[in-house]
């Protein structure tokens, strides 16, 4: 099992479930103010986007269509920034992804409804940054934007657990479901305020980075 020292501030349970958080609030942001597109869950984009395209209506498959390109695209220019930034010392390059992720989702705030689509493309871009950048919890892979691997590796070490009761699976399945659970959480949120709110709700996305960036500051947070 991986000690704490081994472990970077990123990949720490607690700055993990942030994550979490504002992944769920950027999808629920999305669904609930942009018409109904989703930034993270781009396999919910596709079904729509291919169910549109075989019905005729080409504009709205395009709706779907974009979201899905600018999210390959988010993963593409993070690792870039990893290639180049990596060995930086002043500032770590993960916490530059969140710096671009940040300034993006304050922009999309300011966005018209009229400009749904690409407000839609610049959070699935900013999504697409974050999972990239993001992909371990103490040790275990996971997505910090999404469920269906954290879901299906979770109940995998559960079931490995119950077989051979190992610990240390145990533990593995309860750091998946406990990010499945702060993602839940921060959907849940992000739906109830977006309602409310509207377009400017994706702000308090942009703030909920901006924790993960000051824990990435200090280790003493680390758990």
Not at 18 to 29: E, I, K, N, P, T
Not at 35 to 56: E, H, I, P, Y
Not at 100 to 122: K, Q, S
Not at 202 to 213: A, C, K, N, Q
Request: with cysteine; charged share 15%.
């Amino acid at each position: 099992m991986i000690t704490k020292k081994q472990i970077q501030m990123s990949e720490t349970f607690l700055n993990s479930a942030v994550l979490a958080v504002s992944g769920g609030f950027q999808d629920a942001y999305t669904y609930f103010t942009r018409d109904k597109v989703f930034s993270n869950a781009q396999t919910g984009n596709v079904v729509l986007m291919s169910q549109n395209f075989m019905t005729g209506n080409i504009v709205g498959g395009i709706k779907y269509l974009f979201p899905f390109l600018a999210f390959g695209l988010g993963v593409f220019v993070t690792e870039q920034i990893n290639a180049r930034y990596k060995m930086a010392k002043k500032i770590h390059w993960r916490q530059l992804v969140l710096l671009i992720e940040i300034i993006i989702l304050t922009i999309v705030g300011f966005i018209p409804e009229t400009f749904n689509m690409v407000a839609t493309i610049m959070v699935s871009f900013s999504c697409a940054m974050q999972v990239q950048a993001f992909r371990k919890v103490n040790g275990f892979a996971y997505a910090s934007t999404m469920c269906i691997g954290n879901l299906r590796s979770g109940t995998d070490a559960l079931s490995v657990f119950v077989r051979e009761r190992k610990k240390e699976q145990l533990f593995k399945a309860i750091h998946y479901f406990g990010i499945i659970f702060f993602f839940a959480l921060g959907a849940g949120i992000g739906g109830n305020l977006s309602e409310t709110f509207g377009i400017h709700t994706i702000w308090v996305s942009s703030v909920i980075l901006m924790v993960s960036m000051v824990l990435m500051w200090y280790e003493k947070f680390r758990i």
